[in-house]
């Protein structure tokens, strides 16, 4: 049973915007930095944004830093990533990730994973 649970993939059109969920257990996730990354066909998984436990910090990968937004709200065990201005090579499978030591940029840091939410940008 997956303890990351990813929502709010689709089809857009180039422009459009998209809001991802992730939702988590709780109580054992407090104290988590959550992140999310994506893995384009025929690509390595890559990093996309990430927050700490307590949203005071947040880190974001720089061709998106001006378009996405990652928030976490702890009273509902969510974290959010509002994509605006989508363009096509945005499109890839997004994953949930949460780590225990800290806010990482790297996926081997990442100890529990989502199964993933597709989202399709077309041109």
């Known amino acids: 049973q997956a303890q990351l649970r990813e929502a709010g993939g689709g089809l857009v059109q180039a422009g459009d915007s998209l809001r991802l969920s992730c939702t988590y257990p709780?109580?054992?996730?407090?104290?988590?930095?959550m992140g999310w990354f994506r893995q384009a066909p025929g690509k390595e998984r890559e990093f996309v944004a990430a927050v700490s436990w307590n949203g005071e910090r947040v880190e974001y990968k720089d061709s998106v830093e001006d378009r996405f937004t990652i928030s976490r709200n702890s009273a509902k065990n969510t974290v959010l990533l509002q994509m605006n201005s989508l363009k096509f090579e945005d499109t890839a499978v997004y994953y949930c990730?949460?780590?225990?030591?800290?806010?990482?940029?790297?996926?081997?840091?990442?100890?529990?994973w989502g199964q993933g939410t597709q989202v399709t940008v077309s041109s």
């Open positions: 990730a949460a780590a225990f030591a800290g806010v990482f940029r790297t996926p081997d840091k990442y100890e529990i």
């Open positions: 709780g109580r054992a996730f407090e104290l988590a930095s």
